[in-house]
């Protein structure tokens, strides 16, 4: 079905119908990070912490860059040891097949899959910063941006827009200098684009050394705050309201310019640009007609 | 109504559905090129040549840079001095009154406006050569581009896109140095730009002194012979087809864009959106009734 959803299509859009309404109770954690920032590692080890609660978790690791296909890079397979005899974890790269934007579309339709078949758990990692990788990454419940220590780490992802999508930071290979600098400028940059008055989420900023598993409880325990934060005073559902109503939106302009492509195209355009140029009736009155027709 | 035109929205609709089916028979010419290339002058020529031979004209002055409107600008009054008890000749300033592409949808209005009422000729003039202004000259049957002698001049015109609109090259100011060179660099980029095969029009290059009144019957016979060469073998009808196409194609893309507006707000979005969350229903779904009520 993933691959399905990866080829896009009437295909794709099938699963997702069929999907939809069998899931809601998966929740989504969305990774993201500059290349190197140690996101798959750290993933590795929210898997293992949150197998260790009994819980069963999907991976999907979104690769705009990569023009393999679904579960053949080979990160996924060094990773997939750890977890190969283990029926309760799933681990699968999405890359783009050539398609801009593809993985936009695609993301979320696996996840709907994912959640269809039962799992509690579904993580997004991305490999990089880029628009479409911070867009699929901070369409999760909690998001959790990587960091490393070092000057100008922080700019950068704020730069990148993460300070926006973030809920939760993380400040990996902390047992390299300057993790007190990176700290620091992020509460700096956090201060300064603070929402007024109380009741906003600031993203807590955790140090973790994801290679030795230091802090990755630390992680967890941030990720779950930030969820009873989100499910209290109906905030979660608020959330997927508005993640709902910006799919069904790009669905319908999708559609829509489906249509628009089909109305340049058909006979009645032909004719009805013929009848205007031969002053039978003006281009306002044609349109109206091209207008409803299209509605039929 | 040119005022009305020049406001937009409704009445301007309004007065262009009036005015279609009463047009058809005038022919126009576009005047463009670099800002003191000399089109004012060169058009006030034509005015007078076109007016000798007996011939009804309006002037369209577009200028998007202007904050002024309708016929308000101190050159068009300058100019109308030498017609101003010529009944046979109408002057008009368009602005843009901050309306972005305001002047590329409200110009054809006009022009429909003004072979509606019975001018045989519909000057259209731009000020400079940005992209609305070669937009709206080269959407006339003839168009004019005015350019100096001088080195780079038609490169500079090349760069503007102006190449491609050209149907008549006048070189103004040549009582100056490099009328040659100019005329030269032209023809070589024609040869560049040519179709392969037959049966093109290749644009003439005429030398003029518009001030003196040097080169103004050359100016009109090239018109004329283009004029004559469009009317031959139906490419006139062709050409106006196309336009006619584009035109329905614009209004078309601005009236469904309302629509998508409309179908973002509405409260059947809202409910979409609501039983997509609830599970009720799947986004696709969902999509196909949004997509149904629009033709409504």
Chains 1, 2 share one sequence.
Not at 1 to 16: I, K, P
Not at 155 to 176: P, S, T, W, Y
Not at 259 to 274: H, L
Not at 280 to 289: I, L, Q, R, S, Y
Request: overall charge negative; glycine content about 12%.
């Amino acid at each position: 079905m993933l691959s399905m959803v990866e080829r896009g299509g009437d295909d794709a859009r099938e699963v997702g119908r069929l999907a939809h309404p069998l899931g809601g109770d998966a929740y989504t954690i969305g990774l993201t990070g500059a290349p190197g920032a140690g996101k798959s590692t750290l993933s590795t080890r929210l898997v293992a912490a949150l197998r260790a609660a009994g819980d069963e978790v999907a991976v999907l690791a979104v690769d705009p860059s990569s023009p393999f296909t679904g579960g053949a890079i080979l990160g996924d397979r060094v990773r997939m040891q750890e977890h190969a005899l283990d029926a309760g974890v799933y681990i699968r790269s999405m890359a783009t097949r050539g398609h801009l934007g593809g993985l936009a579309l695609a993301t979320p339709q696996a996840v709907r899959v994912l959640d269809a078949i039962g799992f509690t758990w579904v993580v997004v990692e991305t490999v990089g910063v880029g628009q479409v990788e911070v867009e699929v990454a901070g369409a999760a419940d909690t998001t959790v941006v990587v960091i490393n220590p070092g000057w100008g780490d922080a700019v950068q992802a704020a730069k990148a827009g993460l300070l926006e999508v973030a809920d939760v930071f993380v400040i990996n290979k902390a047992d390299r200098p300057g993790v007190e600098e990176a700290s620091r400028d992020l509460q700096h940059m956090l201060d300064l684009s603070a929402e007024d008055g109380g009741g906003a989420w600031r993203p807590p900023i955790v140090p973790a050394v994801a290679s030795k598993g230091e802090g990755t409880d630390q992680v967890l325990e941030a990720i779950c705050s930030h969820r009873a934060w989100l499910e209290a005073d109906g905030r979660l559902e608020a959330k997927r309201a508005r993640r709902a109503g910006e799919e069904l939106r790009s669905i319908l302009v999708e559609r829509l310019a489906a249509r628009v492509q089909d109305a340049y195209r058909g006979e009645a355009f032909d004719a009805a640009a013929a009848a205007v140029l031969a002053r039978e009736v003006d281009p306002w009155t044609a349109t109206d007609a091209l207008v409803d027709a299209l509605g039929q």
